[in-house]
């Protein structure tokens, strides 16, 4: 399955139905009397929150969606039925904007979330509506009311736990496809990952989701290599795991182009705890690995996120995903960063301070 993260789309609720002009014409009934019922509502555009989903392709074959017309009024006080509604099914994270892809109009982070984002137009009223005592006989019914029309847009954010950031080649989906089931491309050139992806990730007894998205480079933010469209993938993870690799020409400045295209993205990328590890540490000397360890350190007490006041800041682990060197104490470091990150997202706020 392609995996497609955005979808401009083309919606229509129904129209209303017609208001019906009808008389009584009954054997036996001297005055029969106005009897036109009012027309049906128009079906409304609603987009739900599916489990099962986690891309937009379906949207890339069909763009355009219509609900049903509301029934029109009929005689004998018949009112007309309701339009069919049109449902957009998307998956978890899927924020919805309007047409200038800026202003958000919902959020689905939930299974079974409803959202209208069209409304059908209301049914028009029957000439029974009309009756008054000095007009007996009105023959006149109203139109139903258009229905509204929307182009908007469908942006996917995978929801996951942690997310894996770093330059092309540094190792994130080899790490992903050796503590996880997932089946990422990997290769030895750069860009090989080339959209997200999702792993489950086992460590002591608990489970968590892990999302490796592709490599970033310096201008990323101005649309060089892949952009940072992706980083939006990245945005509801609690932690970030920085990989390095250590066999590049200098690992402090490889941190640093990083960080500042998440400093350039914002969106609080760049606030987020943050693990770092220098990668492929089984390719490298020892001596070249304690070079860029140093290297490494140096940019990360001048580059990386503040810590609280009080607290050391971690040294960066040494990992190779091919030995399974570091693995299970850098899963227990991410466990352990998102315990504590949840925790502080359900902190209640200080009050504020009163002379």
Known sequence: MKFLDQAKVYIRSGDGGAGAVSF????????????????????????????????????????????GTGIHGMGRNRAGGRGADVVLKVPVGTQIFEEDNETLIA???????????????????GNLHFTTSVNRSPRRANPGLEGQELTIW??????????????????????????????????????????????????????????DIPGLIEGAHEGLGLG?????HVERCRVLLHLVDAGCEHAGKAYK???????????????????????????????????QMERLKRAIRTAGPAVPEGEKRPAPFVLSAASRQGVVDILRALARAMDAAKVAEHAPEPAPWRP
Do not use: M, W
């Not at 050796?178 to 090989?192: E, G, L, N, Q, R």
């Open 24 to 67: 009584r014409r009954e054997k036996f009934i001297e005055y029969g009397g106005p009897d036109g019922g009012d027309g049906g509502r128009g079906g409304d555009v609603v987009a739900e929150c599916v489990d099962g989903l986690n891309t937009l392709i379906d949207y890339r074959y069909q763009q355009h969606f219509k609900a």
């Open 107 to 125: 959020d689905l982070t939930q299974v079974g979330q409803r959202v209208v984002i069209a409304k059908g137009g209301n049914g028009g009223f």
């Open 154 to 211: 469908l942006r996917l954010k995978l929801i996951a736990d942690a997310g894996l950031v770093g330059l092309p080649n540094a190792g994130k989906s080899t790490f992903l496809a050796s503590v996880s089931s997932a089946k990422p491309k990997i290769a030895d050139y750069p860009f090989t990952t080339l959209h997200p992806g999702l792993g489950v990730v086992r460590s002591d007894d608990r489970e968590f989701v892990l999302a």
């Open 228 to 232: 940072d469209r992706f980083l939006g």
């Open 257 to 291: 182009t990083v960080r500042g295209e998440l400093q350039a993205y914002g969106h609080g990328l760049d606030v987020k705890h943050e693990i770092v590890a220098l990668s492929k540490c089984d390719t490298v000397d020892p001596d070249v690995l304690k070079s």
